[in-house]
């Protein structure tokens, strides 16, 4: 059995996998890594399956100490003096420091074989919302490696391109409970990715957006990349570990497709919005 310690976590350290759909109706949100592209890559770079249970760092990474040898791959954030987008070879005794990234906020460590983790509701997912799942990683902990996955496919890799600064957005089943200025601000204006950001949403900094209508709205499914208005009129951008359900109005959904960029918001990140049918 491969083990490797947690010398120290890092700031937050968790454990994802792709998480667990199908449960919404029961108040469980999917979870899973926040930058599902940047997982797939690093568990790929180890020749895993893509949903191979792996870690994700938040800004500053952990230090492991290795047991045993492991062939391990980083990818999403890069890290300064870290290889990235490459599979490396770990050997017993040796410890990997994966320290601040130098841009955007979530890097991924893949290891062959993947971390065995008991599953919940078929997931190895750390949910800090729920509270579902292993705990964030903590000094003293010793994770286990699974079998299999080291062959490592030889082909160079590239790392995902610097996201831009214009998340796409399709109007949100609230649009009309806001003034078409706010409407038009929404994807005019230019908001800042504030410090109170988790894996379960970023508030964003910039111009309020004003409602049309006043009232509370009874409460409403959730997805991944919704934007609500609290009455500040501050946008909440949703992540991964969201509620399945708020009371708040949805202005606005990303495209899927620009939800791992959000992802990688990182506090005083300036973004923009563009509007797409």
Known sequence: MTRVEVVAPGPLTTIQDLGRPGFAHIGVPRSGAADRPALILANRLVGNHAGAAALETTLTGPRLRFHDRALVALAGAPVRGAVMYDAFQVEAGEELRVGTAV????????????????LTLGSAATDTLTGLGPAPLRAGDVL?????????????????????????????PRADWFTPAALTLLTSAEFTASH????????????AL??????ELRSEGLVPGAIQVPPDGRPILLLSDHPTTGGYPVIA???SDDIPLA????PGTRVRFRAVP
Request: glycine letters at 16%; hydrophobic letters at 40%; proline letters at 9%.
């Open 103 to 118: 841009r955007r906020l979530r890097t991924y460590i893949a290891f062959a074989g993947g971390l065995r983790v008991p």
């Open 144 to 172: 286990e490696l699974g079998f299999g996955g080291a062959k490592y496919m030889p082909e160079h890799v590239f790392g995902p391109s610097e996201p831009g600064t214009a998340l796409r957005v399709v109007p949100g």
């Open 196 to 207: 109170q950001a988790s894996r379960v949403g970023v508030r964003l900094d910039g111009p």
């Open 210 to 215: 004003a409602r049309a209508r006043e009232g």
């Open 253 to 255: 959904v990303l495209h």
């Open 263 to 266: 992802a990688q918001l990182r």
